[in-house]
Every structure is written in C-alpha cells, then in structure tokens.
C-alpha cells in the first residue's frame, strides 16, 4: 500500500474521530470539561458547515484501493480550509474548548503532509 495513501486514510479515520469526539461532548450536558455548552454548538455547527463528514467519507473512498493523488490533494486542501476556522474558534475560545486541541493538533499534523511545499 502506498504511503500516502495510508496517511490519507489515516486522516479520513481521524477526521471521522473529532466528528464523534464534537457530538458526543455536545450531546453530554453534563460534561465536566466543556462549561460552555454553547461554544461547543457552535464548534459542531462548523464541523457541519465545512462537511467533514464528506471529506472523511471521500477520503477512505477513493483511497481504499488505489491512490489519486489529485483528488486527495483537493480534499485535503477543502479540510484545510474549514480547519483553520475551526482552529481559530477553539484558540479564540480556549478556555472552553480545550478539550479539543489534542485532537486538532493531531488532525493538523496529517494533513500538513499534504501540502503543497513538497
């Protein structure tokens, strides 16, 4: 298997982990990290807005067999694109969101694999 196709994969699985790491911690009221329940409402209306959903679910589609480095590249620069917001809301919020950042560190660092500086 190739390596970036791996890697590609492995951001799809990651990306698809924040999406449920959002909803649960919206969905559990009574969460000791997030004070805030607001915030993080508004942080999975992002995930929403962006469709990372679609990104995650096309990634590992068209990686799953063969790997098209164009298309990824296109993916990836779209996932790039909400993420910035998205980042920027949970350091604008840090107090409420920290919760978050691990994950979004985690998401950053795959994806800068992708970018175009190679």
């Known amino acids: 298997m190739n390596f970036e196709m791996q890697i590609a994969n492995m951001l799809a699985k990651n990306i698809n982990g924040f999406i449920k790491f959002v909803h649960k911690h919206y969905e559990n009221k009574n969460n000791i990290f997030c004070l ?9 209306l ?12 096309e990634l590992l ?3 799953r ?5 164009n298309y990824t590249h296109l993916l990836v620069d779209r996932f ?7 980042e920027e809301y949970v350091e604008n919020n840090y107090n409420d ?11 950053n660092s795959l994806s800068l694999t992708f970018s175009k500086e190679e």
Do not use: C
């Not at 805030?36 to 999975?44: A, G, P």
């Not at 992002?46 to 679910?57: H, R, S």
């Not at 969101?97 to 998401?107: D, K």
């Open 36 to 44: 805030n329940t607001d915030k993080v409402y508004q942080l999975k």
């Open 46 to 57: 992002l995930v929403e807005e962006y469709k990372f959903q679609v990104l995650a679910d």
């Open 61 to 63: 589609r068209i990686n």
């Open 65 to 69: 067999f063969t790997w098209d480095e």
């Open 80 to 86: 790039r694109n909400g993420m910035s917001i998205i």
């Open 97 to 107: 969101l920290f919760i978050f950042t691990a994950r979004l560190y985690t998401l």
